[in-house]
């Protein structure tokens, strides 16, 4: 089976910084996208970041800027490095990724979750 266990997240003030990391284990053949999102209590979740297996990355026009995606394919591990952090920020962050367990099929995985707090 595969795993995406989550760290990084806390307490942090607004204008600070945090990176969060998510590595992933267990039967992998490779790893297509892998990404981030982000849901605070009584919102929509929404998707914050993602990137591709060639470093291709897409965000939120809400993080651009602020916010950078990156991936160490040999680790198997996503990151994200939030800079310029807002209260808005606050949510919990789950990442995911597409997994590849057999050579041919690929299935989505997601993280444990991890909160971030940001205070005003």
């Known amino acids: 089976q595969v795993q995406l266990v989550e760290s990084g997240g806390g307490l942090v003030q607004a204008g600070g910084s945090l990176r969060l990391s998510c590595a992933a284990s267990g039967s992998i053949f490779g790893i297509n996208d892998m990404g981030w999102y982000r849901q605070a209590p009584g919102k929509q979740r929404e998707l914050v970041a993602v990137?591709?297996?060639?470093?291709?990355?897409n965000y939120a026009d809400s993080v651009k800027g602020r916010f950078t995606i990156s991936r160490d394919n040999a680790k198997n591990t996503v990151y994200l490095q939030m800079n310029s952090l807002k209260p808005e920020d606050t949510a919990v962050y789950y990442c995911?990724?597409?997994?590849?367990?057999?050579?041919?099929?690929?299935?989505?995985?997601w993280g444990q979750g991890t909160q971030v707090t940001v205070s005003s």
């Open positions: 995911y990724a597409d997994v590849r367990t057999i050579v041919t099929i690929s299935y989505d995985f």
């Open positions: 990137i591709t297996s060639g470093g291709s990355a």
